[in-house]
């Protein structure tokens, strides 16, 4: 008999008097969900709360203007303050698209907090050296100043979290030079191609993705892709 549908509750806290949406459902370890483009619950995020404690976060200054989230650090702070007010110590992180680059910073400034990392057709990280620029408005909206990019390279590079990426077959986001930079950047790094899936991976294959995400956050250490390696999920 398969598990009822997780309800969500809907609310919002206040950070530095910034007002941030959350959704939340389940029990047990904790996923805290951060998307681009205003907060959406979906399958995917139903099946996953039937296992784990899961909060999904409407970022501020992803998908729409950042107003007093200055930059990305500011953008840090006030996430990790959003979870720790709900009474969150030790949480993993999923990302959509543009989210992915938030996360990856949060877990850089709490890796004790942070335990993995899942992003969803990531994009491409913004730095100079890096990776490819981002013209659109939602990217602009997420890096408003590149000062920090060097410090930000450098803390990737020696970042131990481990950290699964999932694309879809069919997608158009994420390019192969954008892969390829989580790669050589990222020394815990998984890697899976989700056949038949395009941007929208979670919405498209919500079985897929929660079973994966899953795998990987159960696993840990033991999960089967390799940092060189990838496999493509039927």
């Known amino acids: 008999m398969s598990k009822p549908a997780a309800v969500f509750s ?18 047990g370890d904790a996923l ?5 483009g205003g907060l959406r619950l979906s399958k995917a995020h139903e099946l996953m709360a039937q296992r784990r404690h ?3 976060f409407e970022t501020p200054g992803v998908g729409r203007p950042l107003t007093r989230a200055t930059s990305l650090t500011d953008l840090v702070h006030k996430m990790h303050a959003a979870v720790s007010s709900i009474g969150i110590d030790r949480f993993s992180i999923m990302a959509n698209s543009y989210a992915a680059e938030l996360a990856l910073r949060m877990a850089i400034a709490q890796p004790k907090q942070v335990q993995a990392v899942v992003l969803l057709a990531p994009a491409a990280i913004r ?6 620029r981002i ?3 939602m990217g602009a909206a997420m890096h408003p100043a590149a ?3 060097d410090e930000f390279e450098v803390s990737l590079a020696n970042l131990e979290t481990p950290v699964l990426a999932l694309i879809g077959t069919d997608n158009h986001v994420t390019s192969s030079a954008a892969v390829q930079v ?4 990222l020394r815990n790094f998984h890697l899976v191609m989700v056949y038949g899936t395009g941007d929208a991976i979670d919405a498209e294959r919500p079985e897929a993705v ?3 995400v899953d795998d990987f956050l159960t696993r840990g250490e033991s999960f089967i892709v390799r940092n060189k390696s990838d496999i493509i999920y039927p």
Not at 127 to 132: K, N, S, W
Not at 182 to 185: A, G, L, S
Request: proline fraction near 4%.
């Open 54 to 56: 899961l909060i999904a």
């Open 32 to 36: 805290v969900c951060l998307q681009d």
């Open 10 to 27: 809907q609310s919002s806290i206040e950070v530095d008097g910034f007002p941030i949406l959350y959704g939340e459902a389940g029990q």
């Open 182 to 185: 989580y790669r050589d950047k």
């Open 210 to 212: 929660a079973a994966l």
């Open 127 to 132: 730095t100079e050296r890096l990776a490819p």
């Open 147 to 149: 000062a920090s990019d």
């Open 135 to 137: 013209s659109s408005e």
